[in-house]
């Protein structure tokens, strides 16, 4: 692992970003970070990216149209999740 820079805690308990890792990031001042704590103990930084009603508009309709079936009623979703369900219990 490279450790890009070093920041200080100040008694308020703010840091400052270093200028490396802003740039690296991409970083301007209003951006958020997300602190992320994996079980080893390490602490994760990364970017804060908030996606647009746009973003998401524009990722549904690349990914085409959606396999869902047409016409399936409340019925016939209940008992689907019926038989997964005894499936799942073992009581085919």
């Known amino acids: 692992?490279?450790?890009?820079?070093?920041?200080?805690?100040?008694?308020?308990?703010?840091?400052?970003?270093?200028?490396?890792?802003?740039?690296?990031?991409?970083?301007?001042?209003?951006d958020r970070l997300v602190w992320s704590l994996e079980a080893e103990g390490?602490?994760?930084?990364?970017?804060?990216?908030?996606?647009?009603?746009?973003?998401?508009?524009?990722?549904?309709?690349a990914a085409g149209k959606s396999k869902t079936p047409v016409g399936v009623t409340v019925e016939d979703m209940k008992a689907g999740i019926a038989k997964a369900m005894r499936r799942k219990q073992g009581r085919h």
């Not at 994760?44 to 998401?56: E, N």
């Open 1 to 30: 692992m490279k450790n890009l820079a070093k920041s200080t805690i100040t008694s308020k308990g703010q840091i400052t970003v270093p200028k490396a890792v802003r740039q690296l990031l991409g970083l301007h001042a209003g």
């Open 42 to 61: 390490r602490l994760i930084v990364s970017r804060g990216i908030q996606h647009t009603l746009a973003d998401i508009r524009a990722a549904v309709a």
